[in-house]
Nanobody
Framework: QVPLVESGGGSVQAGGSLTLSCAASGSIAMTYCMGWFRQIPGKEREGVASVWYRGGQTYYSDSVKGRFTISRDNNRNTVGLQMDTLKTDDTARYYC??????????????????WGQGTQVTVSS
């Protein structure tokens, strides 16, 4: 497992945008899925988006579809999450994660075995 480090979190007003980045200290080229999850204290972790290792097929939760865009660069070992039209409900700690499971597109945290420390996103009204 290669360490994953997120960056780019912060505070923004509703309707604004933020871009999160995840840097891996080793190769992610053969990692089936790279994904983003989020968690609010006291609630379960929620899958947000994932991207398949070949072909770049992407998967999104219904709550962010059309507003968030996930990307991965297997040459630079980075994963991005462009978040547009942010809502107050998007406030959470966002985690980058990696999965070696072929089930990973379903955005279930049980399929992910490598996690970053997270970065906080706060959206105010």
């Amino acid at each position: 497992q290669v360490p994953l480090v997120e960056s780019g979190g912060g505070s923004v007003q509703a309707g604004g945008s933020l871009t999160l980045s995840c840097a891996a200290s080793g190769s992610i080229a053969m990692t089936y899925c790279m994904g983003w999850f989020r968690q609010i204290p006291g609630k379960e972790r929620e899958g947000v988006a994932s991207v398949w290792y070949r072909g770049g097929q992407t998967y999104y939760s219904d709550s962010v579809k059309g507003r968030f865009t996930i990307s991965r660069d297997n040459n630079r070992n980075t994963v991005g999450l462009q978040m547009d039209t942010l809502k107050t409900d998007d406030t959470a700690r966002y985690y980058c994660a990696a999965s070696d499971s072929v089930r990973c597109p379903r955005l279930d945290e049980r399929d992910y075995n490598n996690w970053g420390q997270g970065t906080q996103v706060t959206v105010s009204s």
